[in-house]
């Protein structure tokens, strides 16, 4: 069992190294959000046209965006509307100078999930 004098050293020392782990990145400026958003949303909308074919409307939502050694790592939202309704994705991606060097979808939106397993494509990491 965990006591107030056991606890308090704990918490201390986890935010002290979560300070540590933090400090080689740095948050992207908006010039590197705005570049990090267009190479991948360009990037996304290429997997997926592979599965579905898009009406031109999207929408890239950064949830994070880190400078770290030259590269700019980021994650994401990205929205497309297709002929039959909007679908989403969710990933990570690495984008060095002005393009994406590594993009890994984590989720789906169901419907994208069952276009892609209709096609044979497979989109998202498991």
């Known amino acids: 069992m965990l006591t107030a004098r056991k606890t308090l050293p704990?918490?201390?020392?986890?935010?002290?190294l979560g300070l540590f782990?933090?400090?080689?990145?740095a948050d992207c400026d908006d010039g590197q959000e705005d570049t990090v958003g267009k190479a991948?949303?360009?990037a996304a909308s290429g997997k997926i046209s592979a599965v579905v074919a898009g009406s031109g409307k999207q929408m890239i939502n950064l949830e994070t965006c880190?400078?770290?050694?030259?590269?700019?790592?980021?994650?994401f939202k990205y929205n497309l509307i297709g002929a039959d309704g909007l679908y989403w994705v969710e990933?990570?991606?690495k984008?060095?100078?002005?393009?994406?060097?590594?993009m890994t979808f984590t989720k789906l939106s169901p419907?994208?999930?069952s276009a892609s397993a209709a096609k044979g494509v497979k989109l998202a990491a498991n």
């Open 95 to 102: 984008v060095v100078g002005k393009d994406v060097k590594e």
């Open 111 to 113: 419907n994208l999930a």
């Open 91 to 93: 990933g990570k991606a």
């Open 21 to 25: 782990a933090t400090h080689a990145l």
């Open 10 to 16: 704990a918490i201390a020392l986890s935010l002290g």
């Open 40 to 42: 991948v949303a360009a």
């Open 66 to 75: 880190d400078a770290a050694g030259g590269n700019l790592v980021a994650e």
